[in-house]
């Protein structure tokens, strides 16, 4: 009888992989006609371009999620998403998903417009479509074989669909190199800025069953500091010395600390957060270390008027050490402009890195919340933090390193994690579909 239950449970397993993949199959390779004709059309003025390969991404994610330790489960809400939204939210769009997707990004009088350019495999369907929206601007070329699309973001400028009649009107000299097509994505950059051609770059990004890969090369003219304290990597470990993410971090600062000065760099290992009873209703504990080097002295009579300003909040500041609630950190500022914040001094150390920018570590610990059961529960029934846990848990390791010439970025999954499978699960929560 034992073994009867197996096997039955072997076929319904087989049999709803069959199943699933078939719709899969039938519905992204029976109905999409594999045309490649949007890349021609990327414009010469586009600062930053980007081509994503939908039929290997496609082949893959049929691979990984359907034969690769299938999970029945997943496949039965696979299965739901495809009748209950995929078949109608996105076939009826007109968009052959098989061929290339295009992107591109233009600056245009200091505003910055993001285009889509996509391959039709039904004409109708993709002016159906996008004409009963007002949040897209679109149009169509001659032969009613390619779109472009208006993304809008904040910056969304007031562009006409005559102008993007007339990209589609044009073929480009901008092309992706042949090598470029072996890889999944593929993003590059001749400048920021339409007047800017020196800070240039190019990304590839290859997906695998047990991690992701980003591999890169910069033009950057940007010089890193070389810092004489530096943390000892512990936790979700981030370092910072590139100059416009440091003074995107300054003006923010200053919001709140206007005498606080400018960030040279910046580093920070995080290990979670504690939410204690006290506060309003809580105190928010946060388990870290922070180092911050500045380009001029560092006043400590600010520190100590900016943390009185939250009083209410479990803030407060004597004799080198800082309160957060319940928790007790050391404050220290070395040199008179590294400042340096933690529970444990053995957390620095006096080295140098040469690296405009670097993550390391567990990415999990940017959910992990430490806190009474009710209010964990709480925040799980939240759909972007139940989404986020779902997928950052199920990350060994992620590792990230930009220099002034290279780009190189790998997200290592848990053994017996799926990145396919993961990202799926994710997208089934956000979805709604248990």
């Known amino acids: 009888m034992q073994n009867k239950a197996r096997i039955y449970k072997i076929l319904i397993i087989f049999l709803g992989l069959f199943i699933v993949s078939s719709l899969i199959v039938s519905y992204f390779f029976l109905f999409s006609n594999a045309k490649n004709k949007n890349l021609d059309y990327i414009p010469e003025n586009a600062i930053i371009k980007a081509r994503i390969n939908g039929k290997v991404l496609i082949?893959?994610?049929?691979?990984?999620?359907?034969?690769?330790?299938?999970?029945?489960?997943?496949?039965?809400?696979?299965?739901?998403?495809?009748?209950?939204?995929?078949?109608?939210?996105?076939k009826n769009t007109g968009i052959d998903y098989l061929s290339e997707i295009g992107v591109f990004v233009t600056e245009i009088n200091g505003t910055y417009n993001y285009f889509l350019l996509l391959n039709i495999d039904d004409k109708n369907e993709f002016n159906s479509y996008f004409s009963n929206t007002t949040s897209y601007k679109y149009a169509i070329s001659k032969d009613g074989e390619v779109g472009i699309v208006q993304l809008n973001f904040d910056s969304f400028s007031n562009l006409k669909n005559d102008y993007l009649k007339t990209i589609l009107n044009k073929k480009s000299s901008l092309k992706f190199k042949e090598n470029d097509f072996k890889n999944d994505i593929t993003i590059e950059s001749e400048g920021f800025t339409s007047s800017s051609k020196n800070d240039n770059f190019k990304l590839n990004c290859n997906f695998f069953g047990d991690r992701i890969i980003i591999n890169g090369k910069f033009n950057n003219q940007v010089n890193s500091t070389k810092e004489k304290f530096s943390l000892i990597k512990n936790g979700l470990h981030?370092?910072?010395?590139?100059?416009?993410?440091?003074?995107?971090?300054?003006?923010?600062?200053?919001?709140?600390?206007?005498?606080?000065?400018?960030?040279?760099?910046?580093?920070?290992?995080?290990?979670?957060?504690?939410?204690?009873?006290?506060?309003?209703?809580?105190?928010?504990?946060?388990?870290?270390?922070?180092?911050?080097?500045?380009?001029?002295?560092?006043?400590?009579?600010?520190?100590?008027?900016?943390?009185?300003?939250?009083?209410?909040?479990?803030?407060?500041?004597?004799n080198n050490k800082l309160s957060m609630g319940k928790s007790l950190y050391n404050l220290d500022v070395y040199d008179n402009k590294h400042l340096f914040i933690t529970k444990k001094k053995s957390s620095i150390a006096q080295k140098t890195n040469n690296n405009l920018f670097?993550?390391?570590?567990?990415?999990?610990?940017?959910?992990?919340?430490?806190?009474?059961?009710y209010i964990t529960s709480f925040f799980e029934m939240m759909t972007p933090y139940a989404a986020s846990k779902s997928y950052l848990s199920s990350i060994d390791d992620f590792n990230l390193t930009v220099t002034k010439r290279s780009f190189k970025s790998e997200i290592i999954f848990k053994k017996k994690k799926n990145s396919f499978q993961e990202l799926l699960k994710a997208f089934l929560i956000v979805k709604g579909i248990q």
């Open 59 to 90: 082949g893959k994610s049929i691979e990984n999620i359907c034969f690769e330790n299938p999970d029945s489960k997943l496949l039965t809400q696979l299965d739901t998403l495809i009748q209950q939204t995929l078949r109608t939210d996105i």
């Open 238 to 318: 981030f370092s910072i010395s590139e100059p416009t993410i440091l003074n995107r971090i300054s003006e923010l600062i200053k919001i709140y600390n206007p005498s606080f000065p400018e960030l040279n760099h910046l580093e920070m290992n995080y290990r979670g957060m504690s939410l204690t009873e006290g506060g309003n209703p809580y105190f928010a504990e946060p388990d870290f270390d922070l180092l911050i080097s500045c380009k001029n002295k560092i006043n400590q009579d600010s520190i100590l008027n900016f943390v009185n300003k939250y009083n209410d909040f479990g803030f407060s500041y004597q």
């Open 358 to 373: 670097e993550i390391n570590g567990s990415p999990d610990l940017l959910t992990k919340i430490k806190a009474p059961e």
